[in-house]
């Protein structure tokens, strides 16, 4: 079942949602507000207005949820597609008025190529680990156009080993999650958030050029990445 879909669904159809809840790998459950991922232009932080500026010609948004941010960039005029794994998702994407909406993964997606490629809300952090990254960032070369972009967001994990030694085993940003709603859990799924230095190395192992856009004030940094010449 798809659980988030559910709560999305839920949230479109007959407002307010029920609680949706976040499980992880290393701290007690959250709750996830839904309508979050329905917000304006005007209730979005710099970071993610930020990034809107920096998307150019033919954009994916990748994870797209609902489309709030796909749908502020076909309002400037952008040539611009959702996407997103979750069904339910692409379906009120389009009820919203998203003239471009597509069910997929981007990790094994090969049909089309585009200037921005665009991951908001850690959305980066669906390729799973370092290696997933890695891996990732070679895959998605063919999906670029020249002189075009990677624009994400992430965070550097390591407050949360303040008073916790860091994990022995892999890289200290590799989580996992899963989504409860209504009392049904979700399968559990893995997730990264990457440090500016990891990405950095890694992006230029893997003939990527990183630059740090913007950083706020809560660990979280808006990045770009372009090809090397």
């Not at 304006?40 to 941010?69: F, I, Q, R, T, W």
């Not at 799924?189 to 890694?202: A, N």
Request: with cysteine.
């Amino acid at each position: 079942m798809d659980v988030f879909g559910e709560a999305l669904k839920d949230q479109f159809t007959k407002p307010p949602a029920e609680t949706l809840w976040v499980h992880n790998s290393y701290d007690e459950p959250e709750e996830m507000p839904v309508d979050v991922y329905f917000r304006g232009e005007d209730e979005m932080p710099e970071l993610e207005l930020k990034a809107l500026e920096l998307c150019k010609g033919k954009v994916l948004d990748v994870g797209a949820g609902v489309g709030s941010h796909a749908l502020i960039l076909q309002k400037r005029g952008l040539n611009v597609t959702g996407m997103d794994i979750s069904a339910p998702a692409v379906t009120i994407m389009k009820q919203r008025g998203l003239k471009q909406a597509i069910e997929g993964n981007i990790l094994t997606y090969k049909e089309d190529t585009y200037d921005t490629l665009l991951f908001m809300m850690n959305g980066i952090g669906l390729t799973g680990s370092i290696a997933g990254l890695k891996a990732f960032l070679k895959h998605v070369k063919n999906l670029v156009n020249p002189g075009g972009q990677l624009v994400f967001d992430s965070s550097d994990l390591s407050y949360l080993y303040q008073e916790i030694p860091f994990p022995l085993n892999g890289y200290y940003g590799e989580v996992s999650f899963r989504y409860e709603y209504k009392s049904i859990k979700g399968n559990w799924f893995k997730w990264v958030y990457v440090d500016q230095k990891t990405l950095k190395e890694i992006a230029q192992q893997s003939g990527w050029d990183a630059e740090i856009i913007f950083e706020d004030d809560h660990d979280q940094y808006l990045a770009r990445l372009t090809l090397s010449k």
